[in-house]
């Protein structure tokens, strides 16, 4: 019996600071529902979905700050999102930044949800690797997302939904191989990812051609050295001045790129996945259980 | 002041089982004569580079096993292209089939060896990830390696010489992130890999196509995740039947192909590799001591 799941990345153009909360929720709802045109049964959304992408300042006024962060999923704003995805009966990973209280202290993740179509959440994950600095760096691209978000604190976690095994990932993780292997390891059959990626390097200006093939690669990489299907939705645009990549895609479990976004705007690509590929294309090289070797790989967990 | 250091990587077309061992050094010979006439500073030949690729035959005559194995490298047989380095003022790493006796056990590995102009030993390395299994299995293309190797029993060790670390991988180590992130960890600038990889896949006829980007995507990867250069030297063509791909090349930091063989056949490639690119491209994604965080993969060196 063939298993198959059609995943929708929707990736949107940008989302300037002058955005209202509403506005915003309203684009998501409505590539939400192009996807579920397209027959997707599950969707993703970018990295910080709601909001530009406020790490690239420094910003001292704690209201200004808090204002950017989600105290409660769903809230009053965003409640339409979930009421959407339970009319067309569709699952979808959201970015966000969420503000929690946990034993009376404010915490301040970059978070991505797994929802349900019964608007209930299957599963939420945490950024691990949180790029960049508290405090600015002139002369570089080096932005501040360690100033307003504190690491991850659940690991690489990997839920069920519709039989099918989830893993998640958010921007700066997809770049390191650890990613896929933790959620690979721990059962993820397709990686949901959401990012915001500057196009231009200050720090390395020789580089910047090299942004969208760094983009792909280590997502390819890591689709095919893991074997499973990996679906990324960008934030794309210049997003108050600042141009962001676009380049959205659902990898194979070949590394092969299935669909690709072809703008820098709100765009949705839908790609109906074959989940029997995943164990076609372990037979091949990563019989996993035969061929990996752990106790050769102790640095990897033990030194930076 | 700007480090630098000219990469040859030398493949070669197929050694068939019926040539001589004298024929196939005089071959490595002329190919280690073009990476000098190039400037070469050091050369990577291929995996097994004196022989056949004979895992893929089942072999139970001792006698018949032994001869394509090397009780001492510098042999007799080999000597030749040692002295070509040493008149050549180059070094080279070459992979060949092990036969060692420890505390009296003959043991066998799948080896590859780093040696300087002045014919000694730089560093040796095993091969880690050896595929395959040790009886035949009808149907695929699983060949017999396991029959004829043990796994290295000397980690991912990271050489100097001429000033440059260089790290060492084989064939099927080349797909697993685990190799050059083990490199990378242990301080390695260059990464040199042999390969013998058949074209065709009996278990996965609708993969064939992508042998090649199944080639070069970890290695890309790895060269870009790690920040090292990566050169690869494939035996290619039909060897006794079987045919291998080639695709040897010279990777970046960048993870961009910086040079790739396009024949099948004996062949030199050759790049001047910028060292210091390595630090440049670390700065802007991967700067481990701040990033990386070992605490959340312990399953990496846990869990086959």
Redesign the interface.
């Known amino acids: 019996m063939a298993r198959d799941l059609t995943i929708a990345v929707c990736q949107t153009g940008p989302i300037q600071k002058s955005a209202q909360r509403a506005e915003t929720v309203d684009r998501l709802v409505a590539l939400l529902e192009r996807a579920a045109a397209a027959g997707a049964e599950i969707a993703v959304f970018p990295e910080l979905a709601l909001t530009t992408f406020f790490p690239r300042w420094r910003i001292d006024d704690e209201a200004e700050i808090e204002a950017f962060f989600e105290p409660a999923m769903p809230g009053p704003q965003t409640q339409r999102l979930y009421d959407a995805a339970a009319r067309l009966k569709m699952g979808f990973a959201l970015g966000y930044a969420e503000l929690t209280r946990e034993d009376g202290v404010t915490r301040r993740f970059n978070t991505m949800d797994l929802v349900g179509q019964d608007g209930k959440l299957v599963g939420r994950y945490r950024k691990?690797?949180v790029?960049g600095s508290s405090e600015p760096e002139p002369g570089t691209t080096v932005h501040l997302e360690r100033r307003y978000f504190e690491?991850g604190n659940l690991?690489?976690p990997v839920f069920a939904y519709r039989g099918v095994r989830f893993g998640m990932a958010i921007c700066?993780d997809r770049?390191?191989?650890?990613t896929?292997?933790?959620l690979c390891?721990?059962g993820a059959e397709i990686v949901l990812i959401g990012y915001n990626t500057p196009l231009l390097?200050d720090?390395?200006p020789?580089?910047a051609h090299?942004r969208m093939?760094?983009n792909h690669?280590?997502m390819?990489?890591?689709a095919?050295?893991n074997t499973v299907w990996v679906a990324a939705a960008a934030k794309a645009g210049v997003e108050d001045g600042q141009a962001l990549i676009g380049g959205s895609c659902i990898i194979a479990p070949?590394?092969?790129i299935a669909a690709q976004a072809m703008s820098l705007d709100d765009e949705v690509i839908v790609h109906r996945a074959d989940l029997d590929l995943i164990a076609?294309?372990r037979?091949?090289?990563?019989d996993?259980?035969r061929?990996?070797?752990?106790?050769?790989?102790?640095?990897?967990?033990?030194?930076?």
Chains 1, 2 share one sequence.
Do not use: S
């Open positions: 691990i690797h790029p690491p690991g690489f700066n770049r390191w191989p650890e896929y292997r933790m390891l721990n390097l720090e390395a020789a580089l090299l093939f760094h690669l280590p390819q990489a890591g095919y050295q070949t590394g092969e076609i294309c037979k091949v090289n990563f996993f259980a061929y990996r070797r752990p106790d050769q790989y102790r640095l990897i967990a033990d030194q930076v």
